[in-house]
């Protein structure tokens, strides 16, 4: 089966610019999670998607950040405008079972975005 | 909330031997899963190992296993008869179990793996 494919790989935007991020959860995964690495920290929840619902977004740090999940297939995280502590790399991991299940959560690749 | 600490920013061992990652975490909640993935330089996160924190056997996953100890709130990562490509950062990672939380990961700050030949 396809695996959780992010694009695009590398993003490089101007600070004030809107970047939107795609994630391609596993067909048939309802739980969809986002969660991002700036520079020097830890990885950190964003938000969790079951279906095309937000189970949880109290990882969003502003409302510049919006994440959209159309139809329960892939999602969206858009930011806008971005600011140069947007930086880091974005990652999406999708699930059957909340729990991770035996293989637990499948993740993407991630998407590097710099803002200049 | 949970909390997660991994002690060592660094570690390296010879192939074929074995090494051990500490990873100890906070939770007021009973329960609640525990996960290893590592993140080569690829940087996609792989599934290591999975623990449930309701079971007392300690997970094994071939080279792999946990030490897992519920009342100490440790959660240590043995790889056995390391290999080349097991070099990675390795992430410690409690997971929700209920609440609107549920399946929320919280990571550690990573391990580097070195193996040297």
């Known amino acids: 089966e396809a695996g959780v494919t992010q694009f695009p790989s590398h993003s490089v935007i101007e600070k004030g610019q809107t970047v939107t991020l795609r994630c391609d959860p596993i067909?048939?995964?309802?739980?969809l999670y986002w969660y991002r690495r700036v520079m020097g920290k830890e990885i950190k929840f964003l938000l969790h998607?079951?279906?095309?619902?937000?189970?949880?977004e109290s990882g969003m740090p502003n409302n510049r950040f919006l994440a959209e999940r159309t139809g329960g297939t892939y999602s969206t995280l858009k930011v806008q405008p971005a600011e140069l502590e947007d930086s880091g790399v974005y990652f999406c991991?999708?699930?059957?079972?909340?729990?991770?299940?035996?293989?637990?959560?499948?993740f993407g690749s991630g998407t590097r975005l710099t803002v200049v | 909330a949970q909390t997660v600490t991994q002690s060592q920013p660094e570690m390296s061992v010879q192939e074929a031997e074995t090494v051990t990652l500490s990873c100890t975490y906070d939770?007021?909640?009973?329960?609640?899963?525990l996960f290893w993935y590592k993140q080569p330089p690829s940087r996609q996160m792989i599934l290591v190992i999975r623990?449930?924190?309701?079971?007392?056997q300690n997970a094994t996953e071939n080279r792999f296993s946990v030490n897992f100890q519920k009342a100490a709130k440790s959660f240590s990562l043995k790889i056995s008869d390391s290999q080349l490509g097991d070099a990675a950062m390795y992430f410690c990672?409690?997971?929700?179990?209920?609440?609107?939380?549920?399946?929320?990961?919280?990571f550690g700050q990573g391990t580097i793996l070195t193996v040297h030949p």
């Open positions: 623990q449930e924190a309701y079971k007392q």
């Open positions: 939770t007021s909640e009973s329960d609640y899963y």
């Open positions: 998607f079951v279906k095309e619902s937000k189970q949880d």
């Open positions: 990672a409690p997971a929700h179990a209920g609440g609107t939380s549920y399946g929320k990961l919280t």
């Open positions: 991991a999708s699930s059957q079972d909340w729990r991770g299940g035996a293989g637990g959560y499948t």
């Open positions: 067909s048939g995964h309802d739980n």
